[in-house]
Each structure stands twice: as C-alpha cells, then as structure tokens.
C-alpha cells in the first residue's frame, strides 16, 4: 500500500513494523497534504423543528475523500489530527467554509439558519481557536447568533477549568454553545450547568436504547429532556433515523431533531437544492418522503 502514495512521498518501514502503524503513518502522512490538495470537504446535514418540521439550521461534518486511501471517516481522522498537531489548522479551515457557507445561504434565502460546527478537546485547549472563531466571523460577515459551536461531554470534562473559561470567552463573542453526544459520558447535568451552554444534543444511543415496549428508558429520555428544559437547555434529538424514533421523540418534549429520517449529511450543492426546495415550499413535505 505504501506504492499507492506515489514516488514523492517518504515512508521508512522497517519489518517490525505492523501493520497498524504502517497504515496510521500513510494516514499521516496523507492528511498532512489534504487541505492544500483539496481533499477535505464540508457536508451539511440539516437539522428541523421537530413540530413542525421548520429547517433551523445545519450541521458542518467533515469529510474526507483521500485518493490514497479512499473515504476516511471523521471518527478516525480528527483523532489523528489532534494527535499530530493539525487540529487547529483543519477547524480553521471547516470554520470559515462554515461561516461562508452559512452567510451565502443568508443572502440566497432570507432565512437565518444556525450553524454547528464540531469542535474536538484538543481545539478547547488553547486560545488559538478564540481568534480563529473571530476572524471567521468577522470575514465571513456571518452573525455570531447563528454559529453554534458542539463540545463533547468529554472534551468539557478533561481540563474542565481551562474549558471554561475559553468558553466564557468564546460565549462573549455572541455566539452558541452546545454539547454534543450527551448521554455518553458519565456527566450529570448539573455538572455541565458550569459551562454557558444553549442546547444539548441528546446521542444516537438513547434511540438505539428506546424499545416502544420499555417503558422504563423512555421516561429516562424524556426526564432528562425536561431536566435540560428547566435548566435552560434547548435539546436536539440526533441520529433520528426512524418512523419509531420519530413517534417517540412526539411524545416527549424535545425541540429539533436531526438524522437521516430527514436528511444525511450533503455535500454543498446538494445541500442548497434542499433547502431551496424547503423554502420554496415552505415546508420539508415530499422533499426526502420524510412525511412519516
Ligand atoms: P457528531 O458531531 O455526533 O456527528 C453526528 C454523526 O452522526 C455524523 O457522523 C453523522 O453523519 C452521523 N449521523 C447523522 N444522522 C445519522 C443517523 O440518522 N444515524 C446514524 N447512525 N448516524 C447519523 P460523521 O459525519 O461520521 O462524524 C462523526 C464525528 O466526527 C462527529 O460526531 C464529530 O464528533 C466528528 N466530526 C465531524 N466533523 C468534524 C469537524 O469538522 N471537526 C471536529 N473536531 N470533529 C468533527
Ligand atoms: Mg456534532
Ligand atoms: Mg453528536
Ligand atoms: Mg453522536
């Protein structure tokens, strides 16, 4: 596989080396280059009212079609990214086709739509990212309301003090704050109120959990959905892929959901035609056959 990565590229193996870490330093190498050859994109997955099935906003997901070594997925790559130092220059990058992105469509539809983008622990470790959250704002014309930025449970968790803080900064640029995958890790609630968060993005895994016979995990969903309401909280409801996700999540309270019940993640054009459909329309009925 190493032939793959052309004459240029220098990869020393030596035969103790195994296989995992023969194809994690091609990866390496690999994502080294792939801002600069165009090889990372930004997919758009929209996210709905869960009443009334309004688009209220996106979310950014990243994506990587690397001529070496295929589609790689996010989950594998930010990780690497964190590890060999390319994280704050990759969510450079995402935030300000993000923004842009987010601004044309402001100008095309009339319509604000949020923004999410996904922020890994390691970019909440240091100021870099306060300024670079600034100047994609400023760049892109984009108003600090309609970025959202998604924190994990865990990357909260990890410095929580340092955390806080740039939080608190970041917070002051007007922007909002969210954390992703909720149900996770091994925080309460209570415990995530220290960071001025605006919503929560309950995890896929409380669907999976969801059987309509039990009863018992039901009521767990909806009470924290009503412990985030009373905490302030704005709840989102992701990977909703089913008509039974979507039953349930109507008898609850939740107020978005997002998952490919609605739409997967779409490249940019594909992205615009949706939403120019749904606001053309008025509504997402018969775009996707998601009237379930
Ligand atoms: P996430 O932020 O929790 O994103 C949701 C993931 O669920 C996405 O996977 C999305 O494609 C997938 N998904 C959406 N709807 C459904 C559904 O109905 N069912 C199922 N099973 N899955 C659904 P993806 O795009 O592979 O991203 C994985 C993770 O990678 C993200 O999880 C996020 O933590 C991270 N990531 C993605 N883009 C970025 C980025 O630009 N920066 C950083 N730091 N992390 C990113
Ligand atoms: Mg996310
Ligand atoms: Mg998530
Ligand atoms: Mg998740």
Redesign the pocket.
Same mark, same amino acid.
């Given at each position: 596989r190493a032939k793959a990565l052309g004459g240029n590229t220098f990869c020393f193996f030596t035969a103790e080396m195994g296989e995992a870490s023969r194809s994690r330093m091609l990866m390496q190498s690999a994502l080294r280059h792939a801002i600069a050859r165009n090889e990372l994109q930004?997919?758009y997955?929209p996210r709905v009212h869960l009443k009334t099935f309004e688009v209220t906003g996106v979310?950014? @997901? @990243?994506?990587w079609a690397s001529p070496e070594l295929g589609p790689v997925?996010?989950?594998e790559f930010?990780p690497l990214a964190e590890e060999i130092g390319l994280?704050d220059e990759?969510?450079d990058w995402?935030l300000r086709q993000a923004t842009m992105q987010a601004q044309q469509w402001n100008v095309l539809f009339d319509k604000p739509l949020k923004i999410s983008?996904? @922020?890994?622990a390691r970019?909440i470790r240091t100021r870099k990212l306060l300024a670079s959250v600034a100047a994609a704002l400023q760049d892109s014309g984009l108003p600090a309301q309609q970025l959202e930025l998604?924190l994990?449970e865990s990357a909260l968790m990890e410095d929580a003090d340092v955390a806080a803080e740039l939080l608190a900064a970041l917070k002051a640029l007007g922007l909002r704050l969210s954390v992703?995958?909720f149900g996770t890790g091994y925080s309460s609630l209570a415990y995530l109120c220290r960071f001025p968060l605006d919503s929560l993005?309950l995890?896929?895994s409380f669907l999976l959990q969801v059987q309509p016979d039990d009863i018992g995990r039901w009521k767990l969903a909806e009470a924290v959905i009503n412990l985030a309401h009373t905490l302030g909280l704005s709840v989102v409801a992701?990977?909703?892929?089913s008509a039974e996700h979507l039953a349930f999540l109507r008898t609850t309270s939740c107020d978005e959901i997002?998952?490919?019940?609605i739409s997967?993640?779409l490249p940019r054009h594909l992205a615009e035609k949706l939403l120019q459909g749904v606001f053309a329309s008025g509504s997402l009925s018969g775009i996707s056959g998601t009237t379930r």
């Open positions: 930004v997919y997955q979310e950014a @997901l @990243l994506r997925s996010p989950s930010i994280i990759i969510g995402v983008v996904n @922020l890994s970019q998604e994990t992703d995958d993005k995890d896929r992701e990977g909703v892929e997002q998952g490919t019940c997967e993640p």
